[in-house]
T-cell receptor
Framework: DAKTTQPNSMESNEEEPVHLPCNHS???????IHWYRQLPSQGPEYVIH???SNVNNRMASLAIAEDRKSSTLILHRATLRDAAVYYC???????FGTGTRLQVFP | EPEVTQTPSHQVTQMGQEVILRCVPI?????FYWYRQILGQKVEFLVS????????KSEIFDDQFSVERPDGSNFTLKIRSTKLEDSAMYFC???????????FGNGTRLTVT
């Protein structure tokens, strides 16, 4: 299983961009990089995933390093509802790590 | 938008009793999963299920656990003889393909007394 390193916590102000980093230096060549988040008292929720190219959807953008050893989840304008634990998962088995707890301040 | 539904939302059982947690995955999904999350801890993978058989399981998923897809719509997790340490939120999830996004239910909170 690929190992990940994410900061334990990050803070942002509302309506500011947030860049959530993840290192996954042992990722295999064929595994997608998935990002999920877990809002308080809810189940995990899919955010975005990608393989090599940067990806955009209505929730976020995913920037993947050329060597695929790291990626960054970008929330373009954080809202209070984005306060959650964000998980970077670079393997097909979807093994969750400890994630990054994002706090958003008004 | 289709959802993964789990019942019950909260289950209380006595130690040593059998419990069955129920899930209805999204109808066109083919891959099914169970995870658990002990209060304050991370989400832990238990088992994945595809084509009517277990495809992977974790060390947590020992002989006390079993999964079943009895009728083509439900996906159940059975714990044969519950222990206090089985108290946790149990999440069911499903997806269409092995690399597509995973859809989670809202979970069943299991309390073993």
């Amino acid at each position: 299983d690929a190992k990940t390193t994410q900061p334990n916590s990050m803070e942002s102000n509302e309506e500011e961009p947030v860049h959530l980093p993840c290192n996954h230096s042992t990722i295999s060549g064929t595994d997608y990089i998935h990002w999920y988040r877990q809002l308080p008292s809810q189940g995990p929720e899919y955010v975005i995933h990608g393989l090599t190219s940067n990806v955009n959807n209505r929730m976020a953008s995913l920037a993947i390093a050329e060597d695929r050893k790291s990626s960054t989840l970008i929330l373009h304008r954080a809202t209070l509802r984005d306060a959650a634990v964000y998980y970077c998962i670079p393997d097909g088995k979807l093994i969750f790590g400890t994630g990054t707890r994002l706090q958003v301040f008004p | 938008e289709p959802e993964v539904t789990q019942t019950p939302s909260h289950q209380v059982t006595q130690m040593g009793q059998e419990v069955i947690l129920r899930c209805v995955p999204i109808s066109n999904h083919l891959y099914f999963y169970w995870y658990r999350q002990i209060l304050g801890q991370k989400v832990e993978f238990l088992v994945s299920f595809y084509n009517n058989e277990i495809s992977e399981k974790s060390e947590i998923f020992d002989d006390q656990f079993s999964v079943e897809r009895p009728d083509g719509s439900n996906f159940t997790l059975k714990i044969r003889s519950t222990k206090l340490e089985d108290s946790a939120m149990y999440f069911c999830a499903s997806r269409t393909e092995s690399r597509s996004d995973l859809h989670f239910g809202n979970g069943t909170r299991l309390t073993v007394t």
